[in-house]
């Protein structure tokens, strides 16, 4: 059990997505809970994404095999993680990340209390990310929350499971 050696992880990686591409596996994540929660002593209305990745032939369950990214570099401690102001998304909750094949894209899928389900997108993991593009609107299909990405196909089109509110 490595969790008891990752001092860290119940706050950037909280919540947390794994995708791969190439030699590595990369990991998306944010600190626990949802934005703004007066029950945790958070106000804030903003969020942010953290990125760590490891080689793909690493024990991943290994927190020695990470290395995160500071916002200008990947670094080895988990404390030099820096704000990435690029991934602010607003309001939002449950990140999944994916990478897509067709594209050559990293695709970010997450809750946005603005109005639905929404993502952006990158050719690198650490960005520039896109602007907010909508999946699925709360009018279409309620609110939608926690969505994974079960595949990608041959197209690029992705098949996604969602909650619903």
Same mark, same amino acid.
């Given at each position: 059990?490595?969790?008891?050696?990752?001092?860290?992880?119940?706050?950037?990686?909280?919540?947390?997505?794994?995708?791969?591409?190439?030699?590595?596996?990369?990991?998306?994540?944010?600190?626990?809970?949802?934005?703004?929660?007066?029950?945790?002593?958070?106000?804030?209305?903003?969020?942010?994404?953290?990125?760590?990745?490891?080689?793909?032939?690493?024990?991943?369950?290994?927190?020695?095999?990470?290395? =995160?990214?500071?916002?200008?570099?990947? +670094?080895?401690?988990?404390? *030099?993680?820096? !704000?990435?102001? /690029?991934?602010?998304?607003?309001?939002?909750?449950?990140?999944?990340?994916?990478?897509?094949?067709?594209?050559?894209?990293?695709?970010?899928?997450?809750?946005?209390?603005?109005?639905?389900?929404?993502?952006?997108?990158?050719?690198?993991?650490?960005?520039?990310?896109?602007?907010?593009?909508?999946?699925?609107?709360?009018?279409?299909?309620?609110?939608? =929350?926690?969505?994974?990405?079960?595949? +990608?196909?041959?197209?690029? *089109?992705?098949? !996604?499971?969602? /909650?619903?509110?």
């Amino acid at each position: 059990d490595h969790a008891s050696y990752w001092p860290n992880s119940y706050t950037c990686f909280a919540q947390a997505s794994l995708c791969q591409k190439g030699d590595y596996v990369y990991m998306l994540g944010t600190l626990p809970g949802r934005y703004p929660n007066v029950q945790l002593g958070w106000a804030e209305t903003k969020r942010t994404f953290y990125a760590a990745r490891a080689a793909a032939t690493s024990d991943i369950s290994d927190p020695q095999s990470w290395e =995160y990214w500071s916002g200008t570099e990947w +670094v080895a401690n988990e404390d *030099d993680v820096r !704000i990435m102001g /690029s991934l602010t998304a607003g309001t939002w909750a449950e990140p999944c990340v994916v990478y897509n094949p067709k594209f050559d894209r990293f695709m970010m899928i997450y809750r946005s209390f603005e109005g639905g389900l929404v993502f952006k997108d990158a050719d690198k993991i650490e960005g520039p990310w896109s602007g907010t593009k909508i999946l699925v609107t709360d009018e279409e299909f309620g609110q939608c =929350y926690a969505a994974s990405v079960l595949k +990608v196909d041959e197209n690029g *089109d992705l098949y !996604i499971v969602a /909650s619903q509110l």
